[in-house]
């Protein structure tokens, strides 16, 4: 059977493939237009087996936030180059992926109740670890979900930041009162704020005991501690943990906008003195 133009067109409208690998698939399959779909998906999954070792340190991070502004997601898609990164199949792909994630709420990469891999593909398709290699063999590189982000906060507001250069965004949940766009705006800022200070904690009660006992080794040897009567050392010590504090909890980090205030003064400000910090995530594409 004679293949044309018009089925090669056909083929590429319901796969995405490249026009040459929809002409070789047709080929292959004498013109049955199912059968070479069938082709182009499994030479897609040995494709993507053989791109599967390779080293993903570039592509796009995505937020997907719920209407109500009390759930969101943040993920990591990697894939080879920047190249691809900034190419429309693998942007669109990205957004397939923050359609399927609003929709199905995965709790997990392939953990949890609702891992994400294991999830049907927008609810009914073939499995999302399928998908995925699928977009491995129409792209022609490795691609990787490489981390999932889930937060809910029925008391307050979840928020996200994607950085301009696409491949680092921030996700927190804070318990609050406030609601609608001037608490979004302030969430921005705050995530804003994550991706430019990095902390690693959300409240000091987070940072592990060790964590505070090794700082405080550290002060007590110190020869402007050492140098102070002993019966004075330990106020010193608790006073100084500020500093330490400040530079790693994000509810004591100077705010980026007044850095003459902390982040969490500046936070009940703007929001009410009820609101809470509750956790943070910073994604980065190959971090």
Known sequence: MAITASMVRELREMTGAAMMDCKKALEASGGDLDAAVDHLRKQGMKSAEKKASRDTAEGRVLSALSDDGRRGHMLAVACETDFLAKGQGFIDFVGEIEKHVISQDPDGLDSGSRPFLEQ??????????????????????????????????????????????????????LKTSASGEKADEVLRGLCQHIVVFRPRYARREAVPASEVEHEKSVLRESDEVKKKPAEFQDRIIEGKLGKFYAGIVLADQPWIHDDKTTVLK??????????????????????
């Open 120 to 173: 049907r593909w927008m609810g009914e398709g073939q499995p999302v670890a399928e998908r995925l290699r699928e977009a491995v063999g129409s792209l022609k590189e490795n691609i990787q979900v490489t981390k999932l982000v889930r937060m809910e906060s029925p008391e307050g507001r979840v928020g996200a930041y994607i950085h301009h250069d696409h491949k680092q965004g921030a996700l927190v949940s």
């Open 266 to 287: 500046a936070l009940q400000k703007e929001l009410g003195a009820d609101t809470e910090i509750l956790e943070f995530a910073h994604v980065v594409i190959g971090g």
